[in-house]
């Protein structure tokens, strides 16, 4: 372990403990718990997700691909965003991935792939719409979304990151929450491992420890195409990745895809890095419903 990850570790733990407090399962969805979706770990689980009363129903898709620094995270922390989006009308996959330092990249994006592969492979049982299958990934999450979705359109990418994405698959659509899409490292030292974050979560997630070619092969501006699917790219005003947002729309804009911005604020107070992750929040509930309804608006 590293004192960047076990500090990144105890602080997330101990907003999202408060945040999530007393938060129950929806009466109006219904939930298939821990499916293995992979082999290699016993965290290779998955959760799916669906509104009360759709048995039987084949319904459009969200795989939701958690945050967390890479190192920090899993569906048990994201079950209340995800069941939120299960209230919206889809069927919703919850997958963990296995976390840095422990299993460095591209361990986490392997499993990204599998549970992708997971998704396809169980549609039949589980009601999946295969044709709609959106995605939704926040901060790390939207970071390995966006390069997941690169990769599924560029073999030769998803060969030089070491990834098998589902063959001839790519998502209908996604959203980008607050994410990071341009990763540098900072090499000079610090007293403090948290006056460069990013610089230290880069030292225990790649086998370099971040040298300039693992920031390039993992920075999704690097690799972006017109085959990129629709994207929804959201920050807020208390984002810090906020700067990382505009890069990115300007840059798919500028490919021709179809891209839909959203910049968060309130009158009240300032909306943080994730805020879409707190329930308790009516910003979340309306950057949640903004979300769905652009995937609704692909189908």
């Known amino acids: 372990m590293s004192v960047t990850s076990d500090t990144v570790r105890a602080m997330f733990k101990e907003g999202d403990d408060k945040r999530d407090a007393g938060l129950t399962t929806p009466a109006d969805v219904m939930r298939v718990d821990d499916i293995a979706y992979a082999t ?37 922390r994201y079950q209340w965003y995800c069941m939120s989006l299960a209230q919206r009308g889809f069927a919703v996959v919850n997958f963990t991935y296995r976390l840095a330092p422990e299993h460095q990249f591209p361990t986490s994006m392997i499993d990204t792939c599998s549970a992708f ?38 073999p030769s990418y998803a060969q030089e990151l070491g990834i098998c994405p589902p063959e ?34 880069m030292a225990d997630l790649l086998p370099g ?22 994207a929804f790219v959201m920050t807020a005003d208390g984002d810090f990745l906020l700067p990382d947002a505009l890069p990115l729309v300007q840059a798919l804009t500028d490919l021709g895809v179809e891209v839909c911005y959203h910049y968060y604020r309130s009158a009240e107070y300032t909306l943080g890095h994730v805020f879409h992750c707190n329930m308790r929040l009516a910003e979340a509930a309306r950057c949640n419903d903004d979300e769905c309804a652009f995937f609704r608006g692909l189908m």
């Open 40 to 76: 290699e770990d016993p965290c290779q689980k998955l959760d799916v997700y669906r509104p009360r009363g759709s048995v039987g129903v084949e319904l459009p898709v969200i795989v939701s691909v958690h945050g967390g620094g890479w190192v920090y995270g899993d569906k048990e």
């Open 117 to 154: 592969s997971w998704v396809l492979d169980h549609a039949a049982e589980h009601g999946f719409d295969v044709g709609h299958v959106f995605a939704v990934g926040d901060s790390a999450g939207a970071h390995m979304l966006a390069m997941f979705c690169a990769a599924c359109n560029d």
């Open 168 to 201: 001839d698959f790519v998502p209908a659509g996604v959203a980008l929450n607050c994410g990071a899409y341009r990763i540098e490292v900072s090499h000079k030292q610090h007293a403090d491992p948290m006056l460069d974050l990013t610089s230290n979560l």
């Open 209 to 230: 420890g971040g040298t300039p070619e693992e920031c390039a092969r993992i920075s999704p501006l690097l690799h972006l195409s017109d085959k990129f699917p629709p």
